[in-house]
């Protein structure tokens, strides 16, 4: 069986988020309100098909893409900049690749349990978030 990501998912917490905002060059204000965020995320998954929507008291951000098929992303509400991105699987992770200004730019999903990780990186910074299963 493959894995299942479809679900709704709460923030539990993360670890070098800052560093991370500071990497994409989120402004002061802003980092200082993101911190403070809990989003939760509603993933639907059906076979190859995601959509991922992140929502918070502050922003809100949804993608949606096809395992292999680069799509443009335009990150609105996060730092604006446009990437081409791609999603592939690595075993039971989904692995994005963010192409454009920002080097070394992408992220990682995978399930342990009731836990969905996320590891988000930005030139020489990763953060991780963990979600619990809503
Ligand atoms: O998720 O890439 O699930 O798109 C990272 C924020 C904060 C806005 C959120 C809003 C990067 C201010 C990642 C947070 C910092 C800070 C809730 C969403 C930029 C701006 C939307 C993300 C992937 C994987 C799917």
Known sequence: MPVDFNG????????NFESYMLALG?????????NLL????????????????????FRNYFVQF?????FDEDNKGL????????????????VCVQNGEKRNRGWTHWIEGDELYLE???????????????
Do not use: H, M, Y
């Open 79 to 94: 730092d604006n900049r446009k990437c081409t991105s791609v999603v592939t699987w690595d075993n039971d992770k989904i």
């Open 120 to 134: 988000l990186c930005c030139e020489d910074q990763i953060s991780r978030q963990v979600f619990k299963r809503g």
């Open 38 to 57: 809990k989003p939760q995320k509603v993933i639907k998954q059906e076979g190859d098909s995601f959509s991922i929507s992140t929502t918070s008291t």
């Open 26 to 34: 989120i402004d002061f204000a802003t980092r200082k309100i993101a």
């Open 66 to 70: 096809k395992i292999g098929e680069e």
């Open 8 to 15: 709704t998912w709460n923030f539990v917490r993360s670890e």
